[in-house]
């Protein structure tokens, strides 16, 4: 197992408010997304690994920081 | 005293042509730090009441943040602040570009102008020596020609702040220009500067990071840098249209992350949010009394922005760079190539106006930045002028002939000219702002108004997000956006630092944020305080979307101000300087109560159409709410006479 953060605009009954999880080393995003429960339409979301953006097939290593985007509405 | 501060301030009289440093104790800063609160602490003891505000007893300050000039990551923010010509109280107005370091490698922390010159004049400050200097040639340029002529008269070491045509002819919101159309634009302080016959303010400076002198914010550097985009940005343009249609149809609102918006943000800046918020409702459509199906999203899309962009554009100091330099061809002539519209111009000029002519938004942002306009309250008066002319209250007598109608972007354009040379009948009126413009015309050109104790209204719509609605009515700085909202509070992470800060859920019921409830008061006052941090700071509200906890601006303020306070007592110097402000405006007769928006932005009546259909909101008792937590008179909004908050000459 591994130890990433991941900030969603989703909540998760297996991260408890947390940004902090565990999954299985090399864990692709989509994966991620059902294990963790987020909704579907995260598959088509565009996220970030480490601040670069990456495609869902993308695997995970210890210590990522996974990030799923939104566009702030304001400016 | 730390290095991080200058120790002395300067004062220029432009009547006596005279100047003189003044000493900055080491308690001052203790208690107002420096940038909003220095300015705000001076321009308390030295205005005197009932001074006029484009009179010579105003005083026009340009203050620098603590961490402004030391290297640190988004602290290239510099702070223009007076008596406010729209508001006839406090005004300020805070701004990037590249000047804002030079201020402190000056060798002070303000420079604070006093007195009307006899002709126009600018103001070299170099090698310790400052010298008032004819502007005769330059009165009537435009601020990038300005700027231009100064830059090649004073070399590559300039930094310069000017006023265009607008400010020179005291419209009262102009703002003040650097780096290209980079504009200090609220509360006419631009109008300021030009009642004082000052046409710009240059200051030598050469580019340096002495951060690495300062334990702590070299790597506080490195884990800002850390969090911000790499690589390639593949967000696709769509997908943020449809990110605001799935937003406004869920019925709860989900907890934003800064780092959820810092790559579109990167890529599009203000104007990534253009679509979610014309979507949601957030955006005003037709002077505010329309509503999203009347103007198509796609009009103002990043998908039409991105073409135009040739080269990114960031502000000195500023990892993000959120600005780009665009080329859109206007009229079939050569390219106009400029800076890239920010949201308030998409939205203020596109669907406020119902206008789809999508190279007009770069002409009509290239106007305002060359004419020294502020956008926001520019567009503002505008919409206003086509209603009052449809409503049959102006009439084509007093346009000169001019059709005042709606989508069409000439009428913006020409209206724009004239209001900066406050040319005719319609020209002058409308320079006065919408608030005394609408007193001209009359109780009937009221509905067609929107603006709060004098400050034209910004982009975006409290039916949606009273708190924006709070802020409006509440701060010291009537009908400003950039103080917090709901969105901006959730991305300033303040409940990891700050102990009696509330932390959202990460999803809630959209009617939580209608409710006049004790934690919607902390959450408002808490963003409030927080501002006022970044200001005295010098640090830009988008690299305060990373979160307190991640930005780690209490940390950064201890390591350059030799400080061990706590983040709770940064809030505190942060209600001090809030109480400051208010006091200011109570001692030159605004009464904060005074402050309203016009009734439709609260629902009376209710939209019959759109996201913010059926919304109404109790705006008068969230304020109420507000100030109770702020610590201030709950009906009246004055903060209490003899605390410490409430301190100042009055």
């Known amino acids: 197992m591994i130890h990433i953060r991941v900030i969603a605009p989703f909540e998760s009954t297996a991260m408890e408010g947390r940004e902090e999880c565990e999954v299985h080393e090399g864990s692709t995003i989509h994966q991620l997304i059902v294990q963790l429960g987020f909704p579907l339409v995260a598959n088509i979301i565009p996220v970030t690994v480490n601040g670069a953006q990456v495609d869902h097939g993308c695997h995970l290593k210890e210590g990522d920081l996974v990030v799923f985007l939104m566009p702030y509405a304001g400016g | ?650």
């Open chain 2, 1 to 650: 005293m730390p290095n991080s501060v200058a120790g002395k301030i300067l004062f220029v009289d432009l009547t006596k042509r005279t100047h003189w440093y003044e000493p900055v104790e080491p308690e001052t800063y203790r208690q107002v730090l420096a940038g909003m609160g220095m300015a705000v602490k001076v321009l308390s003891e030295h205005i005197p009441v009932g001074a006029d505000p484009l009179g010579p007893e105003n005083i026009l300050a340009f203050v620098s943040g603590v961490l402004t000039g030391l290297g640190v990551m988004f602290s290239g923010r510099f702070l223009v602040a007076g008596k406010s010509p729209l508001t006839n109280g406090w005004g300020d107005a805070n701004c990037g570009g590249n000047f804002a370091p030079a201020i402190k490698a000056n060798g002070v922390d303000g420079i604070f102008f006093l007195g009307v010159a006899s002709e126009p004049v600018y103001v070299y400050i170099h090698a310790e020596k400052v010298e008032i200097l004819p502007a005769v040639d330059l009165w009537g340029k435009d601020a990038l020609e300005t700027e231009e002529t100064l830059g090649i008269r004073h070399g590559i070491h300039a930094r310069i702040a000017s006023i265009g045509p607008a400010g020179e002819n005291q419209v009262r919101f102009a703002g003040i220009v650097n780096h290209g159309g980079r504009l200090a634009a609220r509360s006419g302080l631009g109008a300021v500067m030009g009642s004082k016959r000052l046409k710009a303010l240059v200051l030598e400076f050469s580019n340096g990071s002495p951060e690495e002198g300062i334990e702590g914010l070299k790597a506080q550097n490195r884990l800002i840098r850390s969090y911000m985009p790499r690589g390639k940005n593949f967000v696709p343009g769509w997908s943020l249209g449809i990110a605001g249609w799935v937003l406004s149809h869920m019925k709860n609102a989900t907890r934003i992350d800064g780092l959820m918006s810092l790559p579109p943000f990167s890529e599009w800046g203000t104007a990534s949010g253009n679509q979610v918020c014309l979507i949601g409702g957030d955006a005003p459509v037709r002077n505010w009394r329309g509503d999203p199906s009347m103007y198509s999203s796609r009009w103002i899309s990043v998908g039409r922005i991105t073409p135009t962009q040739k080269k990114k554009y960031a502000c000195i100091h500023c990892p993000l760079g959120c600005g780009s330099r665009c080329e859109v061809s206007t009229d079939g002539s050569l390219p106009l190539e400029t800076h890239r519209p920010e949201f308030e111009v998409f939205t203020g000029f596109g669907s406020n106006l119902l206008n789809r002519d999508f190279s007009s938004f770069y002409q009509i942002s290239d106007l305002c930045n060359r004419l020294g306009l502020d956008a926001i309250s520019a567009a503002s008066a505008v919409a206003f002028a086509i209603d009052c002319y449809e409503h049959g209250l102006i009439h084509s007598e007093q346009t000169g002939g001019l059709e005042l109608c709606w989508g069409d972007p000439q009428v913006a354009v020409i209206l724009l000219q004239k209001i900066a040379r406050r040319e005719g009948y319609l020209g002058s009126l409308l320079a006065e702002g919408v608030r005394r413009a609408a007193q001209t015309l009359g109780p009937a050109s009221q509905e067609f108004a929107f603006e709060s104790g004098g400050q034209e209204l910004p982009m975006h719509d409290p039916r949606v997000d009273p708190a924006y609605g709070v802020q409006y009515v509440s701060d010291p700085t009537p009908g400003r956006h950039t103080i917090s909202a709901t969105q901006e509070y959730e991305m300033f992470r303040l409940w990891t630092k700050v102990s009696w800060a509330p932390e959202p859920p990460k999803s809630y019921p959209k009617t939580d944020k209608y409710e006049n409830s004790l934690t919607n008061a902390k959450m408002n006052v808490a963003g409030s305080l927080y501002k006022m941090i970044m200001d005295c700071a010098g640090i830009c509200l988008f690299g305060a979307h990373l979160g307190a906890d991640r930005l780690g601006i209490f940390e950064m303020l201890n390591n350059a101000m030799d400080y061990d306070l706590t983040p709770d007592e940064y809030m505190e110097i942060g209600r001090h300087i809030q109480s400051l402000r208010q006091r200011f405006n109570l001692m030159h007769g605004v009464h904060p109560a005074d402050a309203w928006i016009n009734p439709l932005l609260v629902g009376q009546p209710p939209a019959s159409r759109g996201p913010a259909r059926g919304r109404q909101y109790d705006l008068a008792g969230m304020r109420s709410l507000f100030w109770k937590e702020m610590g201030w008179d709950e009906l009246t909004g004055e903060p209490p006479v003899g605390q410490k908050d409430g301190e100042s000459k009055g």
